[in-house]
């Protein structure tokens, strides 16, 4: 996977804007309600292109993440409702973004620069650590938006979904710049969205926008739960002497 970096960056890159402008035009298209969510979904893509393209340390994993989300959500959309043509590419552009960028050699042009490792006094354990917890984030991001920003039936269930999906960013976001509070953003709007899902009601749990689309909010908010869990894991050890000290 060393050949060929600079145009299997280049394609990823092409495969996220595509979505990023494919979620834009269909927030505007959208009802009102469903505005929000999609413009959430654009900015998802739109940083996964952007992070390609300026080279950030964090942009392949991000990106990785990313990728893997919508191959997970074709999947299951395809075992449900079968295999429509629509959903096959769906998940297999989905799933070239994750493996363009996978790879040693495509490494070299993001985290494996060692100026921002010795910058943050990262050793290879604790980059072995970050990058697996931010291809975690990076798949339970656009679960989380969807979650948090779907169309709801109780103003109280969807101020609480908004909360802990703006807890979940914010520790997303601390971690991309590696900051220590992060991890308890992310434990914090872990718990939130937990909580929320406890509180989620039958009329809500699955939200139409209209020519027979719909999305089941309740199915995002746990592939939300599951994997920003499976994110914190990696810096469980880290977090529980964080605590201690």
């Known amino acids: 996977m060393g050949r060929l970096t600079g145009e299997r960056r280049a394609l990823a890159a092409a495969v996220l804007a595509f979505y990023g402008f494919l ?36 942009a392949r994993w991000y990106s990785i993440g990313v990728g893997m989300s919508g191959l997970i959500t074709a999947v299951f959309s395809i075992v449900q409702i079968g295999m429509e043509p629509v959903l096959v590419f769906y998940g297999a552009t989905h799933a070239f973004v994750s493996l363009a960028l996978w790879g040693s050699g495509m490494s070299l042009a993001f985290d494996g620069r060692k100026e921002w490792r010795e910058r943050f006094h990262l050793d290879e354990n604790a980059t072995h650590k ?93 592939a939300a739960l599951a994997a920003l869990v499976a994110a914190l894991a990696p810096m469980a050890r880290p977090l529980a002497r964080y605590l201690r000290g």
């Open 130 to 222: 970050l990058g697996k917890s931010v291809i975690r984030l990076g798949i339970s991001l656009p679960y989380v938006i969807l979650y948090a920003l779907a169309p709801r039936e109780g103003a109280g269930e969807a101020v609480m979904a908004a909360l802990a999906g703006a807890v979940a960013v914010s520790g997303l976001v601390g971690m991309l710049r590696l900051r220590g509070w992060s991890v308890l953003a992310l434990a914090g709007g872990t718990a939130l969205v937990g909580i929320s899902l406890a509180g989620l009601t039958c009329q809500s749990a699955v939200a139409g926008f209209g020519n027979g689309y719909a999305v089941n909010v309740e199915a995002a908010g746990f």
């Open 23 to 58: 979620y834009l035009v269909v927030g505007m298209t959208a009802p009102s309600e469903w505005t929000a969510a999609f413009a959430g979904m654009a900015l998802v893509y739109g940083v996964g292109f952007f992070s390609i393209v300026a080279g950030y340390f964090w």
